[in-house]
């Protein structure tokens, strides 16, 4: 997706691309509506439970999904007219929306019962599919037909219907439309706390997208979007992880095995924390090359905030680890208290610093905001769990410490670019965040992102 995205960038008008990403962020709101925490739930629920079990209520997670899509897509068919005034995007889009948001939705759900099940070569299929068919579309419809915005949802859909095609050859699911109004009443119960925290995260993540369509133009929407290729890239990275992750610590949990869980956790914070501390220096120093390379100089401007979103990914990453760890513990209800804070922070920050600084503003309110969460999450853990917190804070202030020395010591030329790369590496193992013992088990994660490697929903094009 990183690199097809990088073609489209460099072959699609600026505002072409903007009215996309705030077509995307529109999109992503009508999945998570119609999603409401099912595919959590489905994930958990599937890797607790047998096959046979699985199989019968994957029928009614897929209607329930289905329908609650259908009622969504209805209302904003009645609101259409208000949201091309408001947002600016252009009228025919909306043709797309419906048929691209049901395959997303369906998608998703098929996504979350591979995870349950643990087959995770299928799943890495999937995200090849998915992603290949996306980028030969755009390699045909954007760079060679050049037909700009229509080719990009053009795209967006032929890629939806190949990874579902997938998942539904896939999965054993009994076919045809049932619902186990028990099943789902229990369902329900346990995803609505997600289902609330997942519009709260919409808010969070592609309210900022809104916010700047609304407050400055589709320019500004695609010079935020470029900003958020590297770092959603890296998410990509790391959704391999948590493909894998989330049902292991579950199971664990479930089975009791507190001291595994636990353990589990601590590694997978700290070799998440100095990975991308590590990308953020690496940004800093380098982050108007990578935006020229990657996009062109049209998007220089994107440089500085993409800089600091590759900075703020290595809290908001950990955040989602901790977070995902209380819904494992069964404590679903905590990651919502957490957003409602982080969704507040985030549009008074929007509604500040967007006027202020322009799309920047955006990237200011985030960090604030993810900052904050990062208190909130690590005061709730160390309430259930004893974690050594210095173990994945440490990197945190090494990066700071290291992107600090690059902007006063970036006047000596090139030296200036290589000390605080050094630096971080140095500091790592002089502090004892990193070991020589920790490689081994470093390449043993890495080994688990390959086997899971995976995308968590097309939420992150």
């Known amino acids: 997706m990183f690199l097809s995205l990088g073609i489209a960038l460099r072959c699609t008008g600026i505002k072409e691309f903007g009215i996309y990403g705030t077509f995307l962020a529109l999109l992503n709101f009508v999945v998570i509506m119609a999603d409401f925490g099912l595919t959590i739930f489905a994930t958990r629920y599937i890797a607790t439970s047998s096959v046979t079990d699985s199989a019968k209520m994957m029928q009614t997670l897929l209607t329930a999904c289905l329908s609650a899509s259908l009622f969504v897509l209805s209302i904003l068919f009645v609101a259409r ?6 947002l600016g995007i252009e009228p025919f889009t909306l043709f ?4 691209i948001s049901v395959l997303y939705t369906v998608d998703l759900l098929f996504l979350a019962m591979l995870k349950g099940l643990k087959l995770f070569r299928k799943v890495a299929i999937r995200q090849t599919i998915n992603s290949a068919s996306f980028f030969l579309s755009i390699l045909i419809v954007i760079y060679w037909l050049q037909m700009g915005l229509s080719g990009l949802l053009l795209s967006t859909l032929l890629a939806s219907i190949a990874s579902c095609l997938y998942g539904y050859l ?5 076919k045809g439309f049932k619902l186990n109004k028990t099943f789902l009443r229990m369902a329900y119960q346990f995803s609505y706390p997600l289902g609330l925290n997942g519009i709260l995260d919409f808010a969070f993540t592609r309210g900022n997208i809104v916010m700047i369509a609304a407050l400055l133009n589709p320019a500004s929407v695609a010079f935020y ?6 770092p959603d890239a890296m998410r990509r990275i790391y959704n391999g992880l948590h493909a894998v992750f989330f049902p292991e610590i579950s199971g664990r949990w479930i089975a009791g095995q507190t001291k595994k869980a636990t353990e589990l956790l601590a590694k997978t914070l700290r070799f998440v924390s100095v990975l991308t501390a590590f990308g953020g220096v690496i940004a800093f120093i380098y982050g108007k090359e990578i935006v020229q390379i990657l996009f062109s100089d049209k998007y220089a401007a994107s440089a500085m905030a993409m800089s600091l979103l590759v900075i703020q990914l290595n809290v908001s990453l950990v955040n989602n680890i901790m977070g995902n760890s209380l819904v494992a513990l069964g404590h679903s209800e905590k990651p919502l208290i957490i957003n409602i804070m982080m969704v507040t922070l985030t549009v008074i920050g929007n509604l500040l610093f967007i006027s202020m600084f322009g799309f920047v503003g955006a990237v ?17 853990l160390s309430r259930l769990l004893k974690l050594r917190i210095g173990a994945y804070v440490t990197p945190t202030v090494i990066m700071v410490i290291c992107c600090a020395v690059f902007y006063f010591a970036n006047s000596i030329g090139a030296l200036g670019g290589v000390i605080p790369a050094i630096l971080f590496i140095a500091l790592t193992f002089l502090l004892g965040t990193v070991t020589r ?5 470093f390449l043993s994660v890495l080994s688990l992102i390959r086997f899971g490697y995976v995308t968590t929903g097309k939420r992150t094009q």
């Open 81 to 86: 007219n208000l949201l091309v005034s408001f």
């Open 96 to 99: 797309y929306l419906p048929l």
């Open 170 to 174: 896939t999965i054993p699911l009994q």
């Open 225 to 230: 979007e470029a900003a958020r290729r590297l």
């Open 364 to 380: 200011y309110s985030t960090l604030i905001a993810n900052l904050s969460s990062n208190l909130l999450n690590s005061m709730f």
């Open 437 to 441: 013992h920790d490689i081994g088990e």
